[in-house]
């Protein structure tokens, strides 16, 4: 390969907890890069003397101005910079896409370096549905503010997906469960490291075995969709529609009890009609 990488922004996803998931294509962009941006240089710094590579490295993180942001993006013309998170693929629940943004908005070039992610490791711990799936990052440390926002979704026929430490697993947990039901659910743990685990069950069961046991270390969650609701059979509909008979028409009890089980009207009204003759 030649020397210099191709000038611009290259986003590099690093291990998330294995180093030796590090992709030969990655260690190369960080041999080569003439700059590291890294949310945490002191956790990059192990990674590059693990690879044997030195190469400047300057902190970029949420805190960082507009200021630096903008001298960075100044640099890109003529300077290939890596960005890198300190585990697993940077702008996935870490910073980033102002810097992505503003390096497209000047004009240059954004390349990828794609990698480890713990949020797709987790899915493929879970044995739960993959087909759509929906990213939480962390919930809202209070209750409040998690509540509302594990009811926003409660609705969204797909897996979730959420980042959790290990004090506040018990909590949030009890808050899914509640505000969800009792889907059936996973907490993937030290992903690719020495301990990994990945433990499932439903909220219910989950919420209880962590309630006062906190783990240690990265943890993901991942909770199913909402589980299909059964029919209403025949029996359960006659004794609604009797019911609801006795004060409405066939037309209303037929609406009526249409919503109340969930099923069409065209199906409650044909059997009001038989059931009031």
């Given at each position: 390969m030649?020397?210099?990488?191709?000038?611009g922004?290259?986003?590099?996803?690093?291990p998330i907890?294995?180093?030796?998931?590090?992709?030969?294509?990655?260690?190369?962009?960080?041999r080569?890069?003439?700059?590291?941006?890294a949310?945490?240089?002191?956790?990059?710094?192990?990674l590059?003397?693990?690879?044997?590579?030195?190469v400047?490295?300057?902190?970029y993180d949420?805190?960082?101005s507009?200021?630096?942001?903008a001298?960075?993006?100044?640099?890109?013309a003529?300077?290939?910079i890596?960005?890198?998170?300190?585990?697993?693929?940077?702008?996935?629940s870490?910073p980033?896409?102002?810097l992505?943004?503003?390096?497209?908005a000047a004009?240059?070039?954004?390349?990828?370096?794609?990698?480890?992610?713990?949020?797709?490791?987790?899915?493929?711990?879970a044995?739960?549905?993959t087909?759509?799936?929906?990213?939480?990052g962390?919930?809202?440390?209070?209750a409040k503010?998690?509540?509302?926002?594990?009811a926003e979704?409660?609705?969204?026929?797909?897996?979730?997906?959420?980042?959790e430490?290990?004090?506040?697993?018990?909590?949030?947990?009890a808050?899914?469960?509640?505000?969800?039901g009792?889907r059936?659910?996973a907490?993937?743990?030290?992903?690719?490291?020495?301990?990994e685990?990945?433990?499932?069950g439903t909220?219910?069961?989950?919420?209880?075995?962590y309630a006062?046991?906190?783990?240690?270390?990265?943890?993901?969650?991942?909770v199913?969709?909402?589980?299909?609701?059964?029919?209403?059979?025949?029996?359960q509909?006659?004794?609604?529609?009797?019911?609801?008979?006795?004060s409405?028409?066939?037309?209303?009890?037929?609406?009526?009890?249409?919503?109340?089980l969930n099923?069409?009207?065209?199906?409650?009204?044909?059997?009001?009609l038989?059931r009031?003759r």
């Amino acid at each position: 390969m030649n020397d210099k990488l191709l000038p611009g922004l290259h986003i590099v996803a690093t291990p998330i907890g294995n180093l030796g998931d590090l992709s030969p294509r990655a260690a190369d962009t960080l041999r080569r890069a003439e700059k590291i941006l890294a949310e945490d240089t002191r956790v990059t710094g192990k990674l590059l003397a693990h690879i044997g590579v030195k190469v400047p490295m300057q902190r970029y993180d949420d805190h960082s101005s507009e200021a630096e942001r903008a001298h960075f993006v100044s640099m890109l013309a003529d300077q290939a910079i890596a960005l890198v998170s300190d585990a697993g693929t940077p702008l996935i629940s870490d910073p980033g896409y102002k810097l992505v943004q503003a390096a497209r908005a000047a004009g240059h070039a954004v390349h990828t370096v794609p990698g480890p992610s713990a949020l797709i490791a987790a899915l493929t711990l879970a044995g739960l549905p993959t087909d759509r799936f929906l990213f939480l990052g962390f919930l809202p440390s209070k209750a409040k503010a998690r509540a509302d926002a594990i009811a926003e979704v409660s609705s969204v026929r797909a897996s979730l997906v959420l980042y959790e430490s290990g004090p506040r697993l018990g909590d949030c947990l009890a808050a899914l469960a509640a505000g969800l039901g009792s889907r059936d659910a996973a907490v993937a743990r030290e992903i690719t490291k020495l301990h990994e685990e990945c433990i499932t069950g439903t909220l219910d069961d989950l919420a209880r075995r962590y309630a006062d046991a906190p783990p240690k270390g990265e943890i993901v969650i991942v909770v199913g969709p909402p589980r299909e609701a059964e029919e209403a059979s025949d029996e359960q509909l006659d004794d609604a529609l009797d019911r609801a008979l006795q004060s409405l028409s066939a037309s209303r009890a037929a609406a009526q009890v249409a919503e109340q089980l969930n099923i069409p009207r065209k199906r409650a009204y044909a059997r009001a009609l038989e059931r009031s003759r």
